[in-house]
């Protein structure tokens, strides 16, 4: 990270924190959808269950390495930037969403969704910001990161496009798993 940071320390720790705000918020969405996916008692909401902790787990870890790189930078992992402040502006219709006690589970993932389009885009940004600044390894820590999130991204349009053609149209099709 030092050849980006050599460029702008505070640009490279404002939007490391911006990640980190995303990221947060991230966890405690997953977090309540899988508590409502343990109520569910639809075998393929079950089946699904595995899959997402794997992700809720990804995203933890995100987390837990943004605030590493934010502290090995001389930054405060709790400083509220102009940029956390934007995440937090722009996330509050999402959590609005998910965390509501009357939200279905369809509904948790379109909201999921959107924030999940944000997330791939927002890591993309940043390998193609290392990119400009010439630092490969901030570039292959955030291309690392870019790859889990597109696996997030399939899954949760895959699941989106389940719920919406099941009540659109009627028709009963599957729920993505592994399994
Ligand atoms: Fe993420
Ligand atoms: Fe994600």
Do not use: C
Not at 26 to 31: K, M, P, Q
Not at 131 to 148: I, P, Q, S, Y
């Amino acid at each position: 990270m030092d050849k980006l940071a050599n460029y702008n320390r505070q640009g490279a720790i404002d939007v490391l924190s911006e990640r980190l705000e995303f990221e947060r918020t991230g966890v405690e969405l997953y977090d309540r959808i899988l508590e409502a996916m343990d109520l569910s008692n639809d075998p393929e909401i079950e089946a699904m269950r595995e899959e997402m902790e794997d992700y809720r787990d990804e995203e933890k870890e995100h987390e837990e390495w943004l605030e590493d790189q934010i502290r090995a930078l001389g930054g405060d992992p709790d400083a509220r930037t102009r940029r956390v402040q934007l995440v937090e502006a722009e996330t509050v219709g999402i959590e609005r969403v998910i965390l509501a006690s009357h939200a279905t589970i369809p509904e948790m993932f379109h909201a999921l969704l959107a924030a999940e389009l944000v997330d791939n885009a927002s890591w993309s940004l940043l390998g193609n910001l290392a990119v400009e600044a010439g630092d490969d390894e901030a570039e292959r820590e955030f291309m690392t990161r870019l790859e889990e999130e597109a696996r997030h991204l399939l899954f949760v349009t895959k699941a989106v496009e389940t719920f919406t053609t099941r009540e659109v149209l009627g028709e009963p099709v599957s729920l993505p798993s592994t399994a």
